[in-house]
């Protein structure tokens, strides 16, 4: 049954006015520091509508209280933040939208929806059994009549209904973009024709590297002229330009001296150890692990000391200093053939019942596909398989450590009761629980210091220009590297753990140099070395990519130029080049063999006839010529079946591209990088 705790966990209830507004008023309070100059700032615009700090800060707390999702890790915090800007994207653009469509969800729908007519992601993750994986109608009813005396299961529900309507009104859309998508008979006739007609022939081709560059001028003019015909071509997001140094922490000889000493001197404690246990769970870097294994899954020297009851290590593996002993031992089948019947840990009684009648003779099978709830085994007689005795850890390798087979044993464990039936046993092997320390080779505080003091001297020579920051890299022999962040990126590209970075980036002007920001295990100083608002990059930066464009064209049309002979051997001659063959070339093929990838060719084969040479084709890194010899129909797709791929197709690509094409169409800015 859902409890109010569950939507708490994956839809939740809005954290309590009192705490929301004492955490926004403290934020609030910090506006020097996070820049919000006395009012509430900016982090971006939704179709016009401008999206404040508290406001974006107000939603965060609520998706983040529904998700259940923590900030544990940088993966997570991004996680939860596309989510928040994607649900004020759907409350300013998608919301409205479907409004003035008239798509609407009537009680009806509604009250289908809780009934398990239709299909909700939002209802099922709420309310589906975990033991049989179905949406649970009879969990919906509990919780209303918990929500009759609960004002926050009321407003639990109230929002659930709320993001159901929703996304039954984007079901709507989507199924009317869907229903928009035609695949027309000449589509269909097209596509059989070029799934079943594979072409056979030879090729020949000059590359555009085989003409020198000093043949050619490409003026500014010329770059100008093709810059302003094509400047969609160049449009970009608004960005941010930063040059950053890394100072690595790496161990020095003393600490790896120093470390080595330590270990020694915790190794020869760990052998004596008398309380393991004990021992193991005081040092920080203890394991104990929560399974048995044989010899067979450890390491060959690892394996050979354990399993002589010796202490193993230390030893230097992998970067880490590893030490380990066994815990405890036990001599059981290497792996167990096992059906289970499971239960809720409330039927008690009824476990005790099928354990006496399944060992009085009891056909397992049928009580399993009578009485578990676990579905996926019960329809196989509770049929689980023969697994390894290492998979099995906690209460079930202590209640099937002793078993053999024909056995029936009853574990409790979470909230479930399993009756298991041991019906094939393994070999007796050995197997043990291993307790471990490990040591991981790192710097040491000291060493972490004096970097952060070379940082730190850095910081101080780089204020000012540019040529600071690069004149202070090579004093300090370290490289700066580039980085670009367009709006929205959180993080930087090749940089662990960089939010930090990117978030000093946004709020930085020209010319600052940063604080020092840990970065994973080392520093990292950055400097902010350009902003570009612009909708298009400038023709400066583009320069080169059209540069290079220009001359393809030209030495195209030189080649062309070179082109005589009126069949393929002599034409093929005047480029200098030995024909090729080609064969089982379809419309669909990415490449020509010996060509490469050169999708214009591939098209201008599949519309030749053979024994026709064809018209120079502008490759990409070639001017390539060819004959097609054969064409042959494989008859491999139907037209009934091109028509139903066709359409799936034509489907998709429509549903998959709508909301994307109405976000684009909204002009939406993402300005959040400063603050979140």
Do not use: C
């Not at 000493?261 to 020869?268: M, P």
């Not at 044989?294 to 590893?322: H, I, S």
């Amino acid at each position: 049954m859902a409890s109010l705790n569950t939507l708490r966990t994956k839809f939740g209830i809005v954290l309590s006015v009192i705490i929301a507004l004492a955490l926004l008023a403290f934020i609030l309070s910090l506006k020097t520091e996070m820049g919000f100059s006395g009012q509430d700032p900016r982090v971006g615009v939704i179709a016009g509508e401008k999206i404040n700090y508290s406001e974006y800060y107000d939603e965060y707390e609520r998706v983040k209280a529904q998700s259940g999702v923590q900030e544990s890790d940088e993966q997570q915090s991004a996680m939860l933040a596309n989510a928040v800007w994607q649900s004020l994207v759907n409350k300013y653009v998608v919301a409205p939208g479907l409004d003035r469509l008239g798509l609407s969800v009537s009680d009806a729908e509604r009250m289908a929806i809780l009934g398990g007519e239709h299909l909700s992601q939002t209802l099922y993750n709420a309310f589906a059994d975990p033991r049989t994986g179905y949406y649970d109608v009879e969990a919906v009813r509990q919780f209303l009549l918990q929500a009759e005396s609960d004002p926050q299961a009321q407003l639990a529900w109230a929002q659930l209904n709320e993001q159901l309507r929703s996304e039954r009104a984007l079901q709507k859309y989507l199924g009317l973009v869907r229903g928009g998508a035609y695949v027309n008979s000449l589509e269909v006739a097209q596509g059989v024709k070029a799934s079943n007609e594979t072409f056979s022939g030879k090729w020949a081709g000059k590359r555009y590297l085989a003409v020198p560059d000093s043949l050619f001028e490409i003026s500014s003019s010329e770059i100008r002229a093709y810059y302003k015909a094509n400047k969609n071509r160049f449009r970009q997001q608004p960005s941010r330009t930063l040059s950053y140094v890394v100072f690595d922490v790496a161990p020095t000889d003393d600490d790896m001296l120093a470390l080595e000493r330590k270990v020694a001197e915790v190794g020869a404690e760990f052998d004596a150890a008398a309380e393991l246990r004990a021992f193991v769970r005081a040092n920080r870097n203890g394991r104990i692990a929560d399974r048995y294994v044989a010899a067979a899954q450890l390491a060959d020297d690892e394996a050979e000391a354990l399993m002589a009851g010796k202490t193993y290590g230390p030893v230097l593996k992998n970067n880490e200093w590893t030490m380990a002993r066994v815990l405890d031992s036990k001599t059981v089948s290497d792996s167990l053939g096992i059906r289970h019947i499971v239960l809720p840990y409330t039927q008690e009684v009824l476990a005790d019942s099928l354990m006496g009648a399944l060992k009085a003779g009891g056909d397992f099978a049928e009580a399993a596909a009578n009485y578990s709830v676990y579905e996926a085994t019960a329809a196989n007689g509770g049929e689980v398989g023969v697994l390894p005795f290492s998979s099995f850890s906690g209460e079930f390798a202590e209640a099937l450590a002793g078993a053999k087979q024909g056995d029936i044993v009853k574990i409790a464990s979470g909230d479930m009761i399993q009756l298991v039936q041991i019906y094939r046993a393994g070999k007796p092997v050995k197997h043990v629980q291993v307790a471990s320390i490990v040591y991981p080779v790192e710097a040491s505080e000291a060493t972490r210091r004096d970097v952060h003091n070379h940082a730190g001297t850095f910081t101080v020579v780089a204020k000012g220009r540019g040529e600071a920051f690069a004149a202070a890299a090579d004093s300090a022999a370290v490289t700066p590297r580039v980085a670009m962040l367009a709006q929205g990126d959180r993080t930087i590209n090749g940089l662990e753990d960089s939010r930090e970075v990117a978030r000093w980036a946004y709020g930085a002007e020209v010319g600052d140099v940063s604080e020092i920001f840990n970065v994973g295990k080392d520093y990292v100083i950055a400097t902010l070395t350009a902003i570009d608002d612009d909708e298009y990059a400038p023709v400066e930066r583009v320069a080169q990519q059209i540069r290079a464009q220009l001359l393809r064209d030209k030495k195209y049309d030189y080649i062309v130029s070179q082109l005589s002979g009126s069949t393929f051997d002599e034409q093929a001659k005047s480029l200098g080049a030995e024909p090729e063959t080609f064969e089982g070339v379809t419309y669909g093929s990415y490449y020509v063999n010996g060509a490469g990838l050169e999708p214009r060719m591939v098209g201008a084969i599949a519309a030749s006839q053979p024994g026709t040479l064809s018209a120079p084709v502008k490759g990409m890194a070639s001017v390539l010529i060819f004959q097609v010899d054969d064409a042959e129909d494989a008859a491999k797709q139907t037209p009934e079946a091109e028509r139903v791929r066709a359409q799936a197709m034509a489907e998709s690509m429509a549903q998959q591209f709508a909301l994307q094409a109405v976000q684009e169409m909204a002009n939406i800015k993402d300005l959040r990088g400063k603050y979140f």
